[in-house]
């Protein structure tokens, strides 16, 4: 296999080191609109903690955005679906970023 696409993850092994991705993935990502409901955000920030698995540059940034209780989350709504909104922007924007793991030695 060269490219195999699986659990939303990209793995390239044509090359001598194997490149994951999760390009596809994340170009299904949506910003959420300003009014969106707690379950949606929950809902996203489950899709881009995925997504982090692989682009560990945004696991601090997801890490940020904790999973809230619908009570915490209507009281501060807005500030946090900015702050999803702005992951999903810089991952949008940093499609070209992989894993890459050299060949092993045996």
Not at 19 to 27: N, V
Not at 74 to 96: F, M, Q, V, W
Request: proline share 7%; aromatic share 8%; with cysteine.
């Amino acid at each position: 296999f060269t490219m195999i696409k699986f659990a939303g993850l990209e793995i390239d092994t044509s090359r001598p080191t194997a490149e994951i991705s999760p390009k596809g993935f994340i170009q299904k990502l949506e910003l959420l609109p300003s009014k969106a409901s707690c379950e949606d955000y929950l809902s996203l920030r489950a899709k881009i903690a995925w997504a982090s698995q692989s682009r560990p540059d945004t696991a601090s940034a997801v890490g940020m955005a904790p999973q809230v209780t619908k009570e915490k989350f209507e009281s501060d709504s807005g500030r946090r679906i900015h702050a999803l909104n702005k992951i999903i922007k810089y991952l949008h924007t940093t499609l070209g970023v992989v894993l890459r793991y050299p060949p092993m030695d045996f």
